[in-house]
């Protein structure tokens, strides 16, 4: 069976660090992406970092040097490291798995998602 299950949101000072994990497990293929995105309140849900099978990560432009994703294959566990928060980076985080692939496409073409977390930054 299909899981994926995200936690670790939380409250945070302005320059602190919070980490997210996710644990995705019951697939199928040897092959997926895990892709964390957020979703502001009045804002679209934008896709922040992603990991593949092979590795090879990407960012976007608003958390790259703050954020980092990595993979621990064996506890089937993306986690996404976060420093230096900002208030801007309040919101619901989510994780997500693009199955057959290494790459993460658009949130909308993600295929499973986990329950989303509460990232709060505020003094």
């Known amino acids: 069976q299909v899981q994926v299950v995200g936690s670790g949101g939380g409250l945070v000072q302005p320059g602190g660090s919070l980490r997210l994990s996710c644990v995705a497990s019951?697939?199928?293929?040897?092959?997926?992406?895990i892709g964390w995105f957020r979703q502001a309140p009045g804002k679209q849900r934008e896709g922040l970092s992603c990991?593949?099978?092979?590795?090879?990560?990407s960012y976007a432009d608003s958390v790259q040097g703050r954020f980092t994703i990595s993979r621990d294959k064996a506890k089937n566990t993306v986690y996404l490291q976060m420093n230096s928060l900002k208030s801007e980076d309040t919101a619901i985080y989510y994780c997500?798995?693009?199955?057959?692939?290494?790459?993460?496409?658009?949130?909308?073409?993600?295929?499973?998602w986990g329950e989303g977390a509460l990232v709060t930054v505020s003094s």
């Open positions: 997500a798995v693009e199955v057959q692939s290494n790459r993460c496409p658009d949130w909308y073409g993600m295929d499973y």
């Open positions: 019951g697939f199928p293929w040897d092959d997926y992406a």
């Open positions: 990991i593949g099978s092979d590795d090879v990560t």
